[in-house]
């Protein structure tokens, strides 16, 4: 009985011990399962880490020499596939630049046996060349053999080439040391002297100053400057004795609330503002001034940003003048106007005087009479007149309204208006400005003309230019054919039947024959001087040499049979003008010596200079010369040298001349010289 309970009891234990085991059993699979679930999230967690880090991690097998993990990051490094390498587990080793190859293969034939750590070049693909860590780390087995290997590459490229840069600036920065070194013991040298010279210029820069504050009180001009709150910094002798003060160290830190004008402190910081806030000086104004007396003045003022070292606006610095005499002069001179106004409004022109600022100041009456638009209606509209201008010349008009007005200088136009009935009237436009006794622009003065009935004259006058131009073609082409009709039957005459004719009746042939050639070339000369006067110019660039060089071949067999010295200037002169023109001039200058110089003519010299607007050229010789009371004379057509009997010509070769050099918007004249000679000259313009 009592085993039987011996035995049950120890049967309970034993259930118990199997119940307790299986308990722990169970703790421990439920622990196991939490280790796998951990297990798995760390996986994750390295797995996405490794993806998304820079480095290359990679795992492979020694013994299959396969690779067991490559991180995405390779692709980045190497600009290969992971499935590649996958795929290749050797071909990582491709890209591995030549000159690092054998010391690569050297540490990975070690690799089994230990960790590396090497660096070397990766050539990508596309060329480009990284330079990467590579650390390798051996697995081994409970056995403690080696199969497996795992490690991490890094881009090092950046590295590398800060290393580079490092190198090369401790080479350069060595260099500089060296070169730092040499220039102390310069610099230590020179330091003394330096010192000595610094002296003297902060002594001559305390001369300076004073001699600039020196000036500053004895200007008539008053100066002051003011920082960014309108408060005074400084200002000259005269600007403190306008306010009342002993000495200009007086007004410093005070601003214009405080001074003997605070009435009017409000308008002068106004414009302190604007000059500060926009930067643009405010210049040549007027503004009235309280005097310590409590008199008013007038003065006009400029004031302009006031700059630090840097460029930054720190403030403003003005100046001004006392103007009020001038002031009290331009009301004497309103007084006066008005003596003068009667004068003005009786006459038949259309007077204005306009102000600096473009308003009308006074107009005569005659406005109504041109325009039919009363003087009220432009001292109220400033802009009436640009508007009754015809289209056709409102560019030219404003052209003239666009210039200098304040130069001492007289300016005219000619221009149409449309009046208010709509007719079209030509108006004679003259202006100049007006300054008063110390020369301050004070407006222009303008008057306008109507020149209608001379602008219809005129026209009439170009139709018959026309009209005469056309008849002396008609008569020139219908002189030419009978003249050389006349002449080649008169060389036929004389050729097939001289011998028959007598003494007479040759000399009658020769003088037919020298006549109709005349005739043919005065028709000639017509013809050019008509297509002179018509012809548009070919303005181009010329070389004035190469134009005296045809000339003298030209004329070569003249000036050697008559042994005339030919003179021409050795430098070279470029101009722009009409080429054939200048060829045609220049050709009637040298012609007019050779046929009136006379047998005395022994020299023909062609000469250059210049002014400010115009080429000037002339032509002299040591002929005949000319009488002074001709030298205006001969240029006109058909106009000769008295002394010129018994000398072939037209008397249209200066006239051509003439012409020619108004086209280029210069004259000709004529120099009587000494004793012999004559000299010709021409100018042509720089402008062209």
Request: with cysteine; proline share 3%; charged share 30%.
């Amino acid at each position: 009985m009592q085993d039987e309970e011996k035995s049950r009891e120890q049967l309970i234990r034993e259930l118990e011990e199997m119940r307790r085991r299986l308990g722990r059993q169970d703790k421990e699979l439920a622990e196991l399962k939490g280790m796998e679930e951990a297990l798995r999230e760390s996986a994750g967690r390295y797995r996405q880490m490794a993806e998304n880090i820079r480095e290359v991690f990679w795992m492979a097998d020694l013994q299959e020499s396969r690779m067991l993990y490559i991180s995405p990051a390779y692709e980045g490094v190497w600009g290969r596939t992971c499935d590649s390498l996958y795929a290749n587990p050797t071909s990582w080793m491709e890209g591995i630049h030549p000159a690092d190859r054998e010391r690569v293969d050297e540490l990975l034939a070690q690799r089994a046996s230990g960790g590396y750590s090497v660096e070397y070049r990766v050539v990508r693909p596309d060329g480009s060349v990284r330079w990467v860590l590579d650390r390798g780390f051996p697995i081994s087995d409970a056995a403690g053999t080696p199969y497996r290997i795992a490690g991490i590459a890094e881009d090092i490229t950046d590295r590398k080439n800060v290393e580079a840069e490092l190198h090369e600036y401790r080479d350069r920065l060595e260099d500089l040391v060296k070169e730092r070194t040499a220039d102390l013991a310069r610099a230590n040298e020179q330091l003394t002297h330096e010192i000595e010279e610094r002296k003297k210029a902060e002594q001559k820069l305390r001369e300076s100053q004073q001699m600039l504050q020196s000036v500053l009180d004895t200007i008539p001009v008053r100066v002051f400057w003011k920082d960014f709150d309108s408060n005074y910094l400084g200002c000259n002798g005269p600007f403190a004795r306008d306010a009342g003060l002993q000495s200009p160290e007086e007004i410093v830190g005070k601003n214009d609330l405080v001074m003997i004008w605070a009435d009017l402190a409000e308008l002068y910081r106004a414009d302190d503002r604007m000059v500060m806030e926009t930067g643009r000086p405010k210049l040549g104004y007027e503004e009235p001034q309280t005097t310590p007396s409590g008199g008013r003045v007038w003065l006009r003022t400029n004031k302009v940003p006031l700059l630090d070292s840097e460029g930054r606006i720190k403030g403003v610095l003005g100046t001004y003048e006392d103007i009020t005499e001038s002031k009290r002069i331009e009301e004497m001179l309103r007084v006066s106007e008005t003596k003068y106004r009667i004068v003005a409004d009786n006459t038949h022109d259309w007077e204005y005087w306009m102000s600096p600022e473009g308003r009308f100041l006074y107009i005569s009456p005659s406005c109504e009479r041109i325009t039919g638009y009363p003087a009220g209606a432009f001292e109220a509209d400033p802009r009436l007149l640009s508007r009754i201008v015809h289209p056709d010349d409102v560019n030219r008009f404003n052209a003239h309204v666009a210039m200098d007005r304040t130069a001492h200088t007289r300016h005219g136009l000619e221009f149409r208006i449309i009046n208010r009935d709509g007719a079209t009237r030509w108006i004679g436009h003259l202006c100049q400005p007006v300054f008063d006794e110390k020369d301050c622009f004070m407006g222009r003065r303008g008057s306008n003309r109507d020149i209608t009935d001379r602008k219809l004259a005129e026209e009439a006058l170009q139709d018959s230019a026309e009209k005469l131009k056309l008849f002396a073609y008609s008569v020139a082409h219908d002189l030419k054919s009978p003249a050389i009709g006349i002449y080649g039957l008169t060389k036929r005459l004389n050729r097939n039947y001289r011998s028959l004719l007598d003494e007479k009746g040759k000399v009658c042939c020769d003088q037919i024959l020298r006549t109709s050639e005349h005739i043919a070339a005065l028709v000639d000369k017509i013809n050019v001087y008509i297509a002179t006067k018509e012809a548009p110019l070919a303005i181009e660039e010329i070389n004035i040499a190469e134009i005296i060089r045809m000339l003298r071949d030209e004329f070569s067999a003249q000036l050697s049979l008559r042994r005339i010295d030919w003179l021409e200037p050795e430098a070279r002169i470029e101009i722009r003008a009409d080429r054939v023109a200048m060829l045609r001039a220049f050709r009637n200058f040298v012609d007019n010596s050779l046929k009136y110089g006379g047998e005395k003519l022994s020299t023909i010299q062609t000469g250059y200079e210049e002014s400010e607007d115009f080429h000037i050229f002339s032509f002299s010789d040591n002929g005949k010369g000319l009488k002074e009371g001709d030298a205006e004379r001969i240029f006109g057509a058909f106009q000769r040298n008295p002394a010129s009997k018994g000398v072939e010509g037209a008397g249209l070769g200066l006239a051509i001349v003439k012409e020619i050099a108004a086209q280029h918007s210069g004259r000709v004249w004529v120099e009587p010289r000494a004793k012999r000679g004559i000299t010709f000259c021409m100018s042509i313009s720089k402008n062209l």
